[in-house]
């Protein structure tokens, strides 16, 4: 899949584009049962809500899920991001968002360069954020706000926050922009929150400025976040490397695949070996 030379513009000027309806319900259903499947699995990938019970974020869950694996070669979110950075590309991050009905929690307003530039020597912005509605985002589920064109300011600089909100990840808070710069930037650079119902595809620029605010509605907005980073722009750690579920290590260029998502793997296969047997 491609993009017009106007969202190919969209992109550079405003930071953030929407493809809507790229997956179909059937997709985006299979989608919803491996995420239903994968935040059963215990493990410090699994970023649980201040409650200590709903879960706040999953990471890496390609490496558990085929489903996923194969949404990550997919041409629909490859094909795109290739064209916008131009190289071949590897998942520097797989991350998906769930926040719950009636209560899951706000993300502060961040850019996320300058976290992987300090926290793991990510040497450059020369990545892209695919998100997968895996729900109808609308104004009432806490959808993702960005400040249209902020990515054009490039790293707005600050030091970490001294207490970590998390040791499992690096939270937003931790990196958060202040009241007065929000309010400054927001003259030149207006709020704006994509809204599109669930199999749309939104991709944004890993240093425009955006957040999130609590979810009060009864549906849940689950935001599935691929990074897609070029080969040639692989982190270099100062120290001991984060984790390979936060941050991926294999740079092997993937090779996109076309087509529909198919159910996972071993279902298939359990399928055909029914048949066999009776």
Known sequence: MQLTADQVEKYKSDGYVLLEGAFSPEEVHVMRQALKKDQEVQGPHRILEEDGRTVRALYASHTRQSVFDQLSRSDRLLGPATQLLECDLYIHQF???????????????????????????????????????????????????????????????????????????VDPDDYSMTPAELSQMVEKHPMVSPKAASGSVMLFHPEIIHGSAPNISPFARDLLIITYNDVANAPKPAGEPRPEYVIGRDTTPLVSRSGPLHEAAESRLALEHHHHHH
Do not use: Y
Request: proline share 4%; charged share 25%; net charge positive.
């Open 95 to 169: 991350k998906i968002n769930t926040k719950r009905a009636f209560g899951g929690d706000s993300w502060a307003w961040h850019q996320d360069f300058i976290v992987w530039r300090d926290t793991d020597g990510l040497p450059a912005p020369r990545a892209v954020n695919v998100g997968v509605f895996l729900s109808d985002v609308t104004e009432f589920n806490g959808p993702v706000v960005f400040l249209s064109g902020s990515h054009q300011r490039g790293t707005v600089e600050r030091k970490a926050r001294e207490t970590s909100r998390s040791d499992q990840h």
